[in-house]
């Protein structure tokens, strides 16, 4: 087993254990919006609300200043850890729809998942240890080129007019959020608490990318 892979592992056990040590009785009660997508803290997600179930969570959200949980949904249920989100900013669009900007803070461990009668969702949530620290590796420089490169189109301009290159978390939270990515590999890379690992398998699937490409 190469180096690599030994520390990929060893991180995988790291998270089961700070996962398995978080108790359920400090959690609280959090609405849940499952979607098909993943959000790190620090994304930056506009939505459109339409669901009555939705409106009304958001409706108490900004009247209570209450937050609640982005969890990527699967074919069968969501993923038990998301990202709690605050609602930044919010519109009535030209179609009508309520329009908000809602902005990752902290990963969420997921329990006791239920469904209300108007169908939103409510799960009790803990907060999962903030992600260590550092800069980019010059072995990954690479990605942070690739980061800036997408940078520059508006779409991902107008939400993120300020990046720090310099940091591994950011850097790989945000590729992780922007590149075509399954979801099950991006929720993957979110689960991971070390983001050199993270930098590293980013890498790995950069590489399929490009592979992918050059075969169409």
């Known amino acids: 087993m190469s180096e690599s892979v030994e520390k990929i592992a060893r991180d995988h056990t790291v998270n089961s254990m700070i996962f398995a040590s978080i108790q359920p009785e400090v959690a609280v009660t959090k609405p849940l919006f499952p979607l098909p997508l993943v959000l790190f803290p620090g994304g930056r997600l506009p939505l459109q609300i339409f669901e009555a179930r939705y409106l009304d969570m958001v409706g108490q959200c900004m009247r209570d200043g209450e937050h609640f949980i982005v969890t990527m949904s699967r074919a069968e249920g969501f ?35 239920r469904q209300r009668d108007d169908g939103l969702w409510l799960a009790d949530s803990a907060d999962l240890p903030l992600e260590s620290t550092g800069e980019v590796p010059v072995e ?3 990605l942070v080129e690739l980061l800036k490169s997408l940078q520059v189109h508006p779409a991902v301009r107008g939400l993120y007019s300020e990046i720090d290159y310099t940091d591994a978390s950011e850097v790989g939270a945000r590729l992780t959020e922007l590149l075509p990515l399954d979801n099950e590999v991006k929720q993957s890379f979110f689960e991971m608490q070390n983001p050199i690992n993270r930098l590293s398998e980013l890498e790995v699937e950069v590489t399929k990318l490009q592979i992918q490409g050059r075969g169409a």
């Not at 990202?83 to 809602?102: P, W």
């Open 79 to 113: 993923a038990d850890l998301g990202c709690e989100v605050s609602i930044r900013d919010f519109d009535q669009l030209s179609n009508g729809l309520l329009g908000i900007l809602a902005v990752g803070e902290r990963k969420q461990q997921l329990f006791n998942p």
């Open 140 to 142: 990954h420089l690479g």
